[in-house]
């Protein structure tokens, strides 16, 4: 197992962490203003996939299970 950095671990201000929280604003934003089929399930797509990239990056860098990129 990898040993643990906190050093590497992103802060809640890190511009990776914070575009994946605004991705995450615009499609509830959209869901509440209406928006339906295929651009709110865009959006949610695009929220979904950047706190997947924010989670995979924050276990690596804490020595946890990271899947292997292909």
Known sequence: MKRKN???????????????????????????????????ERLRKIAESQFQAVTDYQLGALGGFTPSRH
């Open 6 to 40: 906190l050093s590497d671990v992103l802060m809640p201000d890190d511009q990776m962490y914070v575009e994946a929280v605004n991705a995450l604003r615009r499609y509830h934003e959209a869901e509440a203003a209406g928006i339906k089929g295929a651009e709110l």
